[in-house]
């Protein structure tokens, strides 16, 4: 677990002297195991905050607690080395190879080549990128959700219990974007890291987050699930925020495999398992129907998506 | 640096022309050979090249050239380092300013005026090469560490690098093509420069032009400059191969 207390940074404005806050008085938590999106309009302190973390920000006020330590008892270096690191330009060495990347910080940490080794071919595995086709390539040689992919792997190579993300998926196209998250959940799923996401795309925090961090101005304006900040807002900034229609985009992160239910299908529009349950409720509008029958990948019916299982779902 | 080399290793098409100069710069010392074929410009007579063989004269030569260049990057790239590390900005504007004033003193201006405190031969002959062959090595290698994206060095930092593990493992490697360039244009004016030293009494094949020069011998002049020029381009040829193509 991280833990926030009364985090601050100021900044003086060079031009006028003045001192400003990036980050003001802000406590928080973020679960273990959990994804947490730290949400907000641009310069509104996600990557200040985020940066605190791994101390490449010193604060000018508070603590940061990982674990319950105090992450100011560290050298900072060793601090990073425990803590994985991806960042929306990706940051790959160019005179590396895919494998030399992913192995920067074991061999930082000192760790046996030989082990490393097996360790870097395990990660490429893991992140989808065949060992054999990408180890010896240089980042140049891939496209940009494959240089991401080495990304991530990069920043997991040490197996850091946490994981800090400045926009990871931001600089990728709408498709390699979804794919990459699809491929980001699905190992979390199995990793069950401590991850800290900075992003402003709300469809991005709906979609990948357990918990978001919604920020305004340098201090929390709402922390919770994305059902608690779709379905009550703390504020109008927060509803203001996420718009009319955040329950739509909501929806648009969730499968309607996942929200189907066992049902009598007969009779009912079928629809693929693998749609996003937005279009489920599109396709139940436009069929004038009060459900939909979910078919498998093999184009079997495995389930009924009710109207009220749409309602509830979050 | 190693990678450098060996992907240049791997063309042969690259490394067969480097060896060109080379070559004729090896067949230009074997004894007599050059000075017969420019016998005609001096009426048929052959030039006097003087006790010393002229592979001789071509190896001191050399000698100072790279004798310069190794003090120069003894020296040039550590300074080129210091003044980039962040919030020394100051420090890098007035190296700049510095390597620029470098770059407009002649050559000749900084031998006269360390002669009155070095005396003749070697020693002023070298302060002239390295202070020469400073200015392109320090502004490229600061131009290098400066082009290194922002994002790698934040990459770096942000995983745990120390700021010499950065410097070694990412800004310096980075860098290295934009260094190896102001190296090989330094290098390759220092054979010029070098040839000044001769009238400073160091030697070199500078002394086959001041001898001819003295003795209205155009084909000893020619002798020395030829030799100088191969001299250049050979080491020009043999950078090269270090600097990574396109
Ligand atoms: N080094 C600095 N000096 C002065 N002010 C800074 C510095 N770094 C950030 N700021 C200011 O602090 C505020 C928060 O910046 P931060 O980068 O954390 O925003 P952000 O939420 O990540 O925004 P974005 O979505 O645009 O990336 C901004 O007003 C920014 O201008
Ligand atoms: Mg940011």
Not at chain 1, 260 to 276: C, S, V, Y
Not at chain 2, 217 to 227: D, E, F, H, S
Request: aromatic letters at 4%; charged letters at 20%.
């Amino acid at each position: 677990m991280i833990e926030l207390q009364h985090l601050e940074k100021r900044y003086t404005n060079p031009q006028t002297g003045a001192e400003f806050y990036a980050v003001k008085d802000l406590s928080l938590s973020f679960p273990s195991g959990e994804i947490t999106a730290l949400l907000g309009p641009s310069g509104c302190g996600k990557t200040t905050t985020l940066r605190m973390i791994n101390r490449l920000i010193e604060p000018t006020g508070g603590h940061i607690l990982i674990d319950g330590q105090d992450t100011r008892r560290e050298r900072p270096e060793q601090l990073r080395r425990r803590i994985g690191y991806v960042i929306q330009q990706i940051g790959l060495f160019p005179h590396l190879t895919v494998a030399q990347n992913v192995a920067t910080v074991p061999d930082l940490l000192g760790q046996p080549k030989a082990q490393t080794q097996q360790r870097v071919l395990e990660l490429l595995e893991l992140v989808g990128l065949e060992p054999g086709r990408f180890a010896q390539r240089r980042p140049a040689e891939l496209s940009g959700g494959q240089q991401q992919r080495v990304g991530v792997a990069r920043a997991l190579a040490a197996d850091p219990p946490v994981l800090l993300m400045d926009e990871p998926f931001g600089a990728l196209d709408p498709l390699a974007r979804d794919m990459v998250q699809d491929a980001f959940l699905e190992i979390q799923r199995r990793l069950k890291k401590t991850i800290v996401m900075v992003t402003h795309d709300i469809d991005e925090a709906l979609r990948m987050a357990d918990r978001i961090a919604l920020m305004n101005a340098g201090a929390l304006a709402q922390f919770g699930t994305p059902d608690d900040l779709v379905r009550r807002p703390a504020s109008d900034f927060v509803r203001q925020f996420l718009g009319e229609d955040a329950r739509l985009r909501q929806l648009a992160g969730l499968k309607a495999a996942d929200l189907m239910q066992p049902g009598d299908a007969t009779g009912l529009p079928q629809i693929d398992g693998r749609l996003n349950a937005r279009s489920a409720l599109s396709i139940m509008l436009r069929e004038r129907a009060g459900a939909v029958a979910v078919l498998g990948e093999d184009g079997q019916v495995k389930g009924v998506l009710s109207w009220q299982a749409l309602e509830q779902a979050g | 640096m190693t990678t450098l080399v060996a992907r240049s290793r791997r063309s042969l098409g690259r490394v067969l022309p480097a060896l060109l100069w080379p070559a004729l710069l090896l067949a230009g010392v074997v004894p007599g050979l050059l000075p017969r074929l420019l016998a005609p410009l001096a009426g048929g007579e052959v030039p006097d090249t003087g006790s010393t063989p002229l592979w001789q004269l071509a190896l001191v030569h050399l000698g100072f050239v790279l004798s310069a260049e190794a003090a120069v990057v003894l020296l040039g790239v550590p300074l080129a380092v210091a003044v980039t590390r962040p919030g020394r900005e100051a420090l890098m504007r007035l190296a700049e300013a510095l390597t620029g004033l470098g770059q407009t003193v002649p050559t000749l201006a900084i031998l006269a005026l360390a002669v009155p405190t070095l005396g003749l031969g070697v020693k002023p002959t070298m302060l002239g090469l390295v202070l020469y062959a400073l200015v392109p090595v320090v502004s490229n290698g600061v131009a290098g560490l400066l082009a290194v994206d922002p994002a790698l060095k934040d990459a770096a930092e942000g995983m745990g690098m120390t700021g010499r593990q950065r410097l070694w493992r990412v800004e310096l490697p980075l860098s290295l093509p934009v260094l190896l360039a102001g190296l090989r244009i330094s290098t390759v004016y220092n054979v010029g420069t070098a040839t000044i030293g001769a009238a400073l009494g160091a030697g070199g094949l500078g002394l086959l032009i001041i001898n001819g020069l003295s003795q209205q011998n155009t084909a000893l002049v020619m002798v020395g400059a030829i030799l100088s020029a191969l001299l250049a381009l050979s080491l020009d040829a043999v950078l090269g191969l270090f600097t990574p193509p396109e």
